[in-house]
């Protein structure tokens, strides 16, 4: 379950850098950077991050609220 884990914690990471950016508080270049390597850090786990997608839209919630006992619950893992 630690990839469940690992990518809600990158995509809670991913909506934080996109709203400072979008609100202007830290547009520099370190932060896009950031932005694009957690993108990148999103896809080593393609399955992990499918299973997270799919729950979220089966509990009608926000990929960054699931937890990995939601993936487990909805038997989206082995």
């Given at each position: ?13 991913h909506?934080d ?14 932060t ?11 896809t ?34 082995n």
């Amino acid at each position: 379950m630690s990839n469940i884990d690992h990518i809600v914690a990158l995509l809670r990471k991913h909506d934080d850098l996109e709203i400072r950016i979008i609100n202007g508080s830290c547009s520099d270049a370190a932060t896009e950077r950031q932005l694009e390597d957690t993108r990148r850090a999103l896809t080593t786990h393609p399955l992990a991050l499918n299973a997270v997608l799919r729950t979220a839209y089966a509990l009608r919630r926000t990929p960054d609220t699931v937890s990995a006992q939601d993936v487990a619950n909805c038997g989206w893992t082995n």
